[in-house]
């Protein structure tokens, strides 16, 4: 009995050491090459970067792209068709719709004017803050308030004030507040720019379960591998155009061009992703990591840069209820999207001291309370 035990316990020891070689990396070309290896686990490392350096978002495979990202400009069209919507209740008189709102934001019942969105499998609500249903009602709750005050507005009255919801005007400018002077169309707009795309960006597409994905096969009927594709999809959340800056400056990509003479933000996020889609292609993956930090960074640099802006800019129109109310607001939710990158400068409880420090009532705000909240995000820039 003691023999058996003995050579049981040797055979299954063998059997697990055995299997232990099965994955590692299988690329001939790469410098870790495993001969015994039978299942690639994207470990390889490569000494000489193959493909050269493009200067723009363009990759082909046999002479055809392999960029897709077709998903990520839906959501974009969609939020700007949302958007656009919004705005019409800056003119007093117009009421909105909060089921019209909830329903583009779940792209049901075919909400949109383009067809091409209503049709589109995608949508916002599903990726807004990785699913959160606590963050997806916020800003449901959102739409429902803003159409709820929409609808007391009256035609040609701009009578928005401190305790009463209304349109307030300044020049040719006018935004519709609710009676604490927040604008309700930035919360939405500005608020799924950070919980949906940049969310989606930093912690899931450039995250490591995206990122752990199959580098080795082309997709079925597609002309890149999964990894690729991820990859594309977070550039996509970014811009919708392969040849930014010269186009596709919307969402991330127009603040990203707003700061670029103070951060050179364009220069640095778009080589970025260029460098980290060839280190993929190369099957370099520590390439590729040092261009996520890059890009997580960067990203973030804009987002507490704009912050900034507005609140100095709120600061020089402090006297102006429109202008200052809207650029308020804007800042504000900057300032929140922060908190949904990955390892972000700012926690969760440190930028809602921040919000609270700029206060809930922005007719009410203070220019030493600004001051202080730009200090601080500055400390982080």
Known sequence: MRKISFWTIIIVALATFSSCKKEGCTDPEATNYNSEAKKNDNSCTYTTPTTPIPTSYNFTRNGASTVSFSGQTDRMNMLDEMVTYLKTANTPGTALDADKLKNMYANANNPFTDANLNSSTKNLKSKTAGGDVTIQGLYESYMDAIATISTGTSAGKYDGANGTAGVVQSGTKAYLFNDKGVELTQFIEKGLMGACFYHQITNIYLGADKMNADNEAIVDGKNYTTMEHYWDEAFGYFTNSTTFPTDGKLYWAEYSDKRNAQLNS?????????????????????????????????????????????????????????????ELSEAVMFMDAIKYGFDPAFSSTEIEQMKATIGNNFYEVKSTDIDAVVAQLNAKL
């Open 266 to 326: 364009n220069k640095t996020l778009l080589e970025a992703f260029i460098k980290g889609r060839v280190a993929i292609i190369d099957k370099d993956l520590t390439a590729r990591d040092a261009q996520i930090v890059i890009i997580r960074k960067e990203l973030e640099r804009v987002a507490i840069a704009t912050a900034v802006n507005y609140l100095n800019a709120a600061k020089s129109n402090l006297a102006d209820d429109c202008l200052r109310n809207h």
